[in-house]
């Protein structure tokens, strides 16, 4: 990291470094979430959905990309092994066990809530201490709750 970038972080940059990791745990298992449901998925409004999730899943890999980015420039290394997303989790990773559109748009619901939660202890945990980062979490934050609003009209208009 640059002399004068590193001089305006006012949070512990190894901690920093491990919660980015972790989200950055959750953005490959959200990211994969979506992709497989948008395969598997079945039933009413299926196309709708399908469309929704694999417009989620992009969303998600590049927030992946973002994290990456800035655990690079905070001097980290990023997760390499696909192995560790499971221990670093906030969020985990539900298998969609039952194929029909309300039970994946359920588990993709829950999912985001958790990641609102998760990007918004970030948010208090950079902000006024590391405005790079708190950009960058402001706008994942930005997509988690738009993606929970989309997930919920979805399930509205299947009512």
Request: with cysteine.
């Amino acid at each position: 990291m640059g002399q004068i970038g590193s001089k305006i972080i006012k949070v512990d940059k190894d901690e920093l470094i491990k919660k980015l990791n972790k989200a950055l745990a959750d953005e490959w298992l959200a990211y994969y979430q979506y992709w497989i449901g948008a395969k598997v998925v079945t039933g009413i409004m299926r196309e709708a959905v399908v469309v929704e999730l694999i417009e989620h899943a992009t969303d998600e890999l590049r927030h992946a990309g973002m994290l990456v980015d800035r655990i690079m420039q905070l001097g980290g290394d990023p997760l390499l092994e696909p192995k560790d997303w499971y221990d670093e989790t906030n969020c985990g990773y539900e298998v969609p066990s039952d194929y029909q559109v309300k039970k994946i748009l359920e588990q993709n619901i829950e999912g985001e809530r958790c990641a609102i939660k998760v990007y918004s202890d970030l948010l208090d945990f950079v902000q006024g201490k590391d405005s790079v980062t708190e950009e960058i979490v402001r706008e994942i934050l930005h997509d988690e709750v738009e993606h929970e609003d989309d997930l919920e009209a979805l399930e509205e208009d299947m009512k």
